[in-house]
Nanobody, 121 residues
Framework: QVQLVESGGGLVQPGGSLRLSCAAS????????MNWYRQAPGIQRELVAS???????TYSDSVKGRFSISRDNAKNTMYLQMNGLKPEDTAVYYC???????????????WGQGTQVTVSS
């Protein structure tokens, strides 16, 4: 079994910064693509940023230039540095990853439980 646990959410004023972490644990051989999603009330879940095992990154237009995704493969951990936060960034942020549990197993997709980010004065 694989668990993804997010941390680092909270309340921040507009223009502020937060750093989210996602720690993967359990039976893990390797982790391929890792993603951050977010979901605000009444809005469809949105892909915010992705990072490959090799470190290639992509961002949604809404966060490009403000957010930075990174990972530490040795620690099975992913990060999201969020700067210049806006009220519209308020959402529950979810970690998502494609995991191989043994060397010859197929990739399985896992989700974390989410962490709340609230941007408000």
């Amino acid at each position: 079994q694989v668990q993804l646990v997010e941390s680092g959410g909270g309340l921040v004023q507009p223009g502020g910064s937060l750093r989210l972490s996602c720690a993967a644990s359990g039976s893990i051989f390797s982790i391929n693509l890792m993603n951050w999603y977010r979901q605000a009330p009444g809005i469809q879940r949105e892909l915010v940023a992705s990072i490959s095992r090799g470190g290639s990154t992509t961002y949604s237009d809404s966060v490009k230039g403000r957010f930075s995704i990174s990972r530490d493969n040795a620690k099975n951990t992913m990060y999201l540095q969020m700067n210049g936060l806006k009220p519209e960034d308020t959402a529950v942020y979810y970690c998502n990853a494609d995991v191989r549990v043994v060397w010859n197993s197929p990739l399985t997709n896992y989700w974390g439980q989410g962490t709340q980010v609230t941007v408000s004065s």
